[in-house]
């Protein structure tokens, strides 16, 4: 079945691939059918992209295929599963989602959700200011904890919990991420047991 694909997230810390990224990017609005060993895109001037993909693995919240792009270069397709499908579902009331990123996580990832096929949406501008924001509340978390504001510490990880809930791992996006990530971890009984469950699903690195 076809369903549309909203652009809603971009993560592009290398420009290393231009072409791979601008193309991705023209996804948006197109209809998508993702198989098992197929990713299927009609984009909105009519071409049609037919790009075979191979699994690769999969963990409690994602599953990745690896394609390639008529350039050849290798991208990866990350589609959310159980509950972190569940989650993209309900947040953005959707019929599910997937991301295309490079091979190397640290070079860039664009990321869509799914609608019925009549369903178009414009949601990029509003999650593109909260990446800055979430950018910016990650380097005051660090300055708080590099000079033992444990109070400051707190505040300003309420604030970034709930832009990373919908994919807490998107926080190793950001050059501060993983540090980021130890140090949420290891102060998460400072926080609510909600605002637990979603520390917990960081994984480290």
């Known amino acids: 079945m076809n369903y549309r694909a909203n652009l809603f997230k971009k993560n592009i810390l290398t420009q290393t691939d231009t072409e791979s990224i601008n193309f991705v990017e023209s996804i948006h609005h ?36 690896i394609g390639q792009f008529k350039n050849g270069t290798k ?55 909260k990446s800055k924001d979430l950018e910016n509340l990650m380097k005051e978390l660090l300055s708080a904890f590099e000079n033992g504001l444990q109070e400051k510490f707190l505040e300003v990880g309420k604030k970034i919990i709930p832009l990373i809930q919908p994919d807490p791992m998107q926080i190793y996006f950001y050059s501060d991420g993983e540090e980021i990530a130890y140090k949420l971890k290891a102060n998460v009984s400072m926080f609510t047991s909600e605002e637990q469950q979603t520390i917990e699903k960081i994984e480290l690195k």
């Open 75 to 129: 991208f990866r397709l990350i589609q959310p599963i159980g509950v972190s499908l569940e989650m993209a579902m309900l947040n953005q009331n959707s019929k599910g989602g997937f991301s295309i990123g490079s091979i190397d996580t640290n070079g860039w990832a664009i990321h869509f959700f799914l609608t019925d096929s009549n369903d178009l949406r414009d949601s990029y501008r509003k999650e593109s200011e």
């Open 30 to 65: 197109a209809l998508i059918n993702i198989s098992d060993n197929e990713l299927h895109i009609e984009l909105s001037n009519g071409d049609i992209e037919i790009f075979p993909i191979e699994f690769s693995d999969k963990d409690t919240f994602t599953s990745t295929h």
